[in-house]
């Protein structure tokens, strides 16, 4: 059975801080990972998908990386603005099933 | 298209009720999924359709639970005699493909009172 860990589980920083974000997984038999973002209330949005066949996966600001072999991936975030602060989700796919983290809520204090 | 779509997006129903909840996916994707989510967690998998087969389904899903995919297209779910327990965010994702990002509606929050 798939379990996902997200650390830290909080975390404030200063704007322009560059933060790492980090995710476990326990099983690595999987496609792909997803990162995704959510504001309060509201909906998933997809920040970055790693194929497990992939080490790295690059998007503006953000840099996803993945290490199936040990059941790690992390997103860091360079030059942290103000409007990064969400929460942050960590999703392996294996199968037909997409394993959630719980989270890493992110405040970047302006 | 403008994406994954769900309505309603609130509902406040008396516990004991039957609710129905329904997902429009983006036009082409064939794969479509449903979670549940509950305050401070990150979603929890429901069940999963390729076209209009459902292929899998979570434990957490009691009886009371039912989802359809009728033509392939929408989706709904069902939530029969629901309790207070059943109170969350109910969202619902679609993608092309297994190997392809999830693209996730606005959810449905539900509150049982």
């Known amino acids: 059975k798939q379990e996902v860990t997200q650390i830290p589980a909080a975390l404030s920083v200063p704007e322009g801080e560059n933060l790492v974000l980090n995710c476990s997984f326990t099983?690595?038999?999987?496609?792909?990972l997803q990162w995704f973002r959510q504001d309060p209330g509201k909906g998933l949005t997809s920040l970055l998908l790693i194929q497990s066949s992939q080490r790295e996966q690059t998007s503006g600001r953000l840099n996803a990386s993945l290490d199936k072999s040990s059941g790690r991936s992390t997103l860091y975030i360079a030059a942290s603005q103000p409007g990064d602060s969400a929460t942050y989700l960590c999703a392996p796919t294996g199968g037909f099933k997409t394993i959630f983290g719980a989270g890493t809520r992110l405040f970047v204090k302006a | 298209d403008t994406g994954v779509s769900q309505d309603p997006r609130h509902k406040i129903t008396k516990r004991g009720q039957n609710v129905t909840f329904r997902c429009d996916p983006i036009s082409e994707h064939n794969r479509l999924y449903w979670y549940r989510q509950t305050l401070g967690q990150g979603p929890e998998f429901l069940t999963y359709?390729?076209?209009?087969?459902?292929?899998?389904k979570s434990r957490l899903l009691s009886d009371r639970f039912s989802a359809e995919r009728p033509k392939g297209s929408f989706s709904t779910l069902e939530i029969q005699r629901t309790e207070q327990g059943d109170s969350a965010m109910y969202l619902c994702?679609?993608?092309?493909?297994?190997?392809?990002?999830?693209?996730f509606g606005p959810g449905t929050r539900l509150t049982v009172t």
């Open positions: 994702a679609s993608s092309p493909g297994t190997h392809y990002e999830q693209y």
């Open positions: 099983d690595s038999a999987i496609y792909n």
């Open positions: 359709f390729q076209n209009e087969a459902q292929l899998e």
